[in-house]
């Protein structure tokens, strides 16, 4: 049974806690945590396990093998290095680091030491984002034309980053995902910030890949709805993917396909100009069944370190949405 630790009991960290403390498949030693109230948190709900406020006493603990780094994006490198140099696996929330360069040297250490380096990317283990990974590329959608997604919200307001940073990691990495991590030509994004000067509110990211696929990400924490969506528009269907609804995805059979004009030589001949018919048919919403991210998220990390499966968030795919965020020209 791996030996697991925690560090940060913030925002996301109780989420990861309950997971780690509920799982067969390793046993939760040690959590770290400065906030006094955050440790009055977790000794109340789970009183087996031991509590420390400084994390270096984690490092040096022989009782455990890997460690969930749950803590504010400025210090994922610090603790990152500090842990793979221990000889510890780690689980590091998104992003694993604030630059490419750092994405980069955990990366390497990792690989030095032989330890795996993963990255929360939650979204990549849900059912519904499989599902629509699995429905583009069996080519039931056609060839792909462009995906655009919306993060919205009234509140959480964070100070430590903008609202990009905040929200767009998860849209990325699912947008990276779909399209099998390949690299951007052009990335462009327009913000604002309105509450927090030097802190954008509100930000339009725009890429384009190629094969003339484009992709819109929209992020907003003064949003009047919560909003969770990802569209895939397609040459021969498009599908929709909303986080928020019963039904997580539903495919329309729609689309606007050339109009065949019978020519004088019995022939589909060419006109001009080209006319055009819209299709329009059924809309299929599929029975998906479901399992928590999270926990199969967590699952993963343990194939990882026990069975050398191929981590799916490990530092490459870190790194390429690293590298979007922090190559986003300003328009």
Not at 85 to 100: D, F, N, Q, R, Y
Not at 175 to 198: E, S
Request: charged share 20%; with cysteine; net charge neutral.
């Amino acid at each position: 049974m791996i030996k697991i630790a925690q560090i940060g009991v913030g925002y996301w960290g109780p989420n990861l806690l309950r997971n780690l403390a509920s799982s067969s498949r390793c046993s939760l030693t040690h959590v770290a945590e400065k906030s006094a109230d955050r440790r009055t948190f977790v000794s109340s709900s789970y009183p087996a396990i031991k509590i420390v406020n400084d994390s270096a006493e984690i490092f040096a603990s022989p009782e455990v093998d890997a460690v969930v780094i749950s803590t504010p994006a400025h210090s994922h490198h610090a603790l990152a290095m500090a842990a793979l140099s221990a000889g510890k696996h780690i689980l590091v929330e998104k992003p694993m680091a604030t630059s490419v360069t750092e994405v980069e040297e955990i990366g390497r250490l990792a690989a030095e030491k032989g330890l795996v380096a993963m990255v929360g990317h939650t979204f990549l283990f849900n059912p519904a984002v499989r599902y629509l990974k699995q429905l583009m590329d069996s080519g039931d959608l056609g060839e792909i034309r462009y995906i655009y997604s919306q993060r919205l919200n009234l509140g959480r307001i964070r100070s430590d980053v903008d609202a990009l940073w905040n929200l767009a990691p998860h849209d990325i990495s699912i947008i990276q995902y779909l399209l099998d991590n390949r690299a951007p030509l052009a990335i462009r994004r327009t913000g604002m910030d309105f509450v927090q000067k030097g802190i954008d509110d509100v930000v339009f990211l725009n890429i384009e890949y190629p094969g003339k696929v484009l992709a819109h990400v929209h992020v907003s924490w003064l949003d009047p709805h919560k909003v969770r969506s990802l569209t895939v528009v397609g040459s021969k269907k498009m599908a929709i993917y909303d986080d928020m609804a019963e039904h997580k995805i539903a495919v329309y059979d729609k689309g606007i396909d050339p109009k065949a004009v019978l020519g004088q030589s019995m022939d589909y001949d060419q006109v001009q100009p080209p006319s055009f018919v819209h299709r329009s048919g059924d809309i299929h919403c599929p029975a998906i069944v479901w399992k928590e991210p999270l926990k199969a998220e967590i699952d993963h990390f343990f194939d990882c370190i026990e069975g050398g499966v191929t981590c799916l968030t490990g530092p490459a795919h870190a790194r390429e949405v690293v590298r979007i965020l922090a190559s986003a020209k300003t328009d």
